[in-house]
């Protein structure tokens, strides 16, 4: 059986859903490896990010806003979005070798959304497979034995947070959100 290579994702977008929508920038962070024991990573020292042009002329001005990425400049200097799924896809596969490649991400709905369209549509399939995502709030909620609309970063106890800033700069966040990953794994409610 192959040990899990933890991929923290985070995606920053223009509107509610991929396709009518776009993937502005996306950031993975390596949260660590699970083999029967999970050992950490630093989740700054191996990392990926691109912010990608967008692929339709509809976006919704509040959702663009929360990134603070310049909508022209994506369009003129943005990567190209099968150029960008190819080299995520290049570099999960060189850092997760033998391993089983999985994302992790909270909540891991709306990330996982867009990661998957994205992979599927730009190079026509995914190297984390349909189901290879795991999401943290869920993860939280039930270790912690609470409702799922009771699992937030504000009621969780402070030693699970990461120090880290939420900046919605993906990379930033998917740093951020690899180190909440490792602190629930080592926790022991």
Not at 28 to 52: C, S
Not at 64 to 77: I, K, N, P, Q
Not at 140 to 145: L, Q
Request: negative net charge.
């Amino acid at each position: 059986m192959r040990a899990d290579v933890y991929f923290s994702l985070d995606v920053e977008a223009d509107g509610p859903i991929p396709g009518p929508y776009s993937m502005v920038s996306v950031g993975l962070a390596v949260a660590g490896r699970f083999d029967g024991t999970f050992t950490a990573a630093d989740p700054a020292a191996d990392t990926f990010y691109r912010e990608l042009r967008p692929i339709s002329d509809d976006f919704v001005p509040e959702a663009l806003a929360v990134s603070g990425l310049d909508r022209e400049t994506l369009l003129r200097d943005g990567a190209d979005p099968a150029t960008a799924m190819a080299e995520l896809t290049a570099w999960v596969s060189r850092t997760a070798g033998a391993d089983r490649p999985v994302i992790v991400a909270y909540p891991a709905v709306f990330d996982w959304m867009f990661l998957y369209w994205y992979l599927l549509r730009f190079t026509g399939e995914s190297i984390f497979g349909h189901s290879g995502c795991l999401d943290m709030k869920t993860f939280y909620a039930v270790r912690a034995g609470v409702p799922i609309g009771a699992a937030v970063k504000g009621r969780m106890p402070k030693h699970l947070l990461s120090k880290r800033r939420h900046t919605h700069h993906a990379l930033d966040d998917a740093i951020e959100q690899a180190e909440l990953f490792a602190n629930l794994m080592a926790w022991k409610p």
